[in-house]
């Protein structure tokens, strides 16, 4: 059922971002020219409360590997929801104990404890602590370009200054090397590098996929210096790139594995980190050295629980694998078709990069396409490209429909652009 005066709704909505909420945030949705607000979702497809109707080709980004509200996930938060939907503590919580035993199973080598938090960013954050903890060095190497998160530590980590500078002096102790450049994290890593830290592909950096050697290597400097080797699978994790875990592409066993987004199923905020064995004798004596009060909730770990399984009986990795192999030679072709405006197309599995030759361009595609039903998502951290992270149950004929959909939004742009740079030419004589 769509709401009684839509129109209403949305004024009342854009009016209370301005007022309430964020005067940014309410103008770029004006510059996007949107008309309406979410409703309602099923499977790849969400709805405005006009009824319009959306294929949802950014999934959260990278929320919805499962679809919207897949029945499964749905079933399990339900039935939780009416016995007991969070918890007083005081007792052990079964689900968070089966939640943790089955990423044990799905996570690579021997990773097998796991600390439930909420968010990606919660998840870095304790895994950071956690390095710091076992190794008794301060020290830790990030990549130029990655998104760890935005609180204090997690943000440190990350890699674009826009996000750092105006809150410095961050955590002390990081530094930033170029990603998939192995001699420089040879040269920045050393016996005071607690760990390193890395997305296996960026996400937020425009979809970055590093050389075949990179991540091996890593792993061997880490090895070699006594380093922890923590991986953030926040946005590639669980089927996004073809694999449970993008870091199996590569056959690299991390320290530490964080975890957040799709976990969730896309109906209960969930983050997590796991570790080796040896890691957690460190927070044994004091198990509440680090903790959280919603951590490990019993509505987000059945949600957990129910999306694993849904992942696996579905087989979502093996159709991420193969779908975003269509999905990318479909974009190719479109990219051959706008060589002014497109300057690269990458992806792995369903988690796919578009970049422009200008930032201004991809926020004009972005909202054309919105306009004509489709969603992709900007990159927090190279603003020239957008992503494309559709639900993993995402059919060929959606996909056939997006690229059309794409492929005139980027036309539309493109032809706004030229318009644009005729009416600049006059006073750029000047
Ligand atoms: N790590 C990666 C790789 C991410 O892409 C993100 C979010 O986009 C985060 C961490 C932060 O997650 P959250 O927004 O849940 O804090």
Redo the contacts with the bound molecule.
């Keep these: 059922m769509l709401p009684d005066d839509p129109d209403h709704l949305t004024a009342e909505t854009l009016d209370r971002y301005g007022r309430f909420i964020n005067p940014g945030l309410q103008k770029l949705y004006r510059f996007a020219n949107v008309t309406s607000v979410e409703w309602d979702a099923r499977g790849a497809v969400i709805r405005d409360a006009h009824g319009k109707e959306y294929l949802d080709c950014s999934g959260g980004?990278?929320v919805f590997n499962v679809g919207h509200r897949h029945p499964k996930v749905i079933a399990a938060v339900q039935a939780q929801l009416e016995r007991m939907p969070m918890s007083v503590r005081a007792l052990p919580r079964h689900l968070e104990a089966e939640l943790a035993s089955r990423l044990a199973e799905i996570t690579p080598g021997d990773l097998q404890f796991t600390f439930f938090c909420?968010?990606?960013?919660?998840?870095?954050e304790g895994a950071l602590k956690l390095a710091r903890l076992v190794t008794g060095r301060v020290e830790i190497v990030g990549a130029i370009g990655?998104?760890?998160?935005?609180?204090m530590g997690?943000l440190s980590a990350s890699g674009r200054e826009t996000y750092k500078t105006p809150f410095e002096p961050l955590v002390p102790g990081f530094t930033h090397v170029p990603f998939g450049d192995l001699d420089a994290m040879a040269h920045a890593v050393s016996a005071r590098t607690a760990a390193v830290i890395l997305?296996p592909i960026?996400?937020?950096g425009g979809v970055v996929i590093p050389p075949d050697d990179y991540l091996p290597g890593v792993r061997a400097i880490c090895d070699r210096a006594g380093a922890l080797l923590i991986l953030?699978?926040?946005?590639?994790g669980f089927g996004r790139t073809g694999k449970m875990f993008a870091c199996e592409h590569w056959g690299v066993v991390p320290d530490i594995m964080?975890m957040?987004?799709a976990l969730g199923g896309g109906v209960v905020?969930i983050?997590a980190f796991t570790g080796r064995p040896h890691l957690w004798k460190a927070l044994e004596q004091n198990p509440y050295l680090h903790s959280t009060t919603f951590g490990g909730n019993p509505l987000a770990c059945a949600a957990g629980i129910a999306t694993i399984t849904v992942i696996k009986e579905e087989k979502l990795a093996e159709r991420a694998a193969e779908l975003g192999v269509y999905f990318l030679a479909r974009l190719r072709e479109v990219a051959r078709r706008h060589p002014r405006v497109v300057n690269d197309i990458r992806g792995k599995g369903l988690l796919i990069g578009m970049e422009f030759t200008d930032p201004d361009i991809v926020l004009l595609v972005t909202a054309e396409a919105l306009q004509r039903g489709v969603i992709v998502f900007y990159s927090?951290n190279k603003p020239e490209a957008f992503r494309i992270a559709p639900p993993l149950i995402i059919t060929r004929e959606q996909i056939d429909r997006a690229v059309a959909i794409l492929d005139e939004s980027i036309a539309a742009a493109g032809a706004l652009v030229v318009e644009m740079e005729k009416e600049a030419q006059p006073s750029e004589r000047l």
Excluded: I, M, R, Y
């Design positions: 980004p990278a909420n968010s990606g960013a919660e998840a870095n990655a998104f760890h998160g935005k609180t997690a997305e960026q996400g937020e953030d699978e926040v946005q590639t964080t957040a987004k905020p983050g927090l």
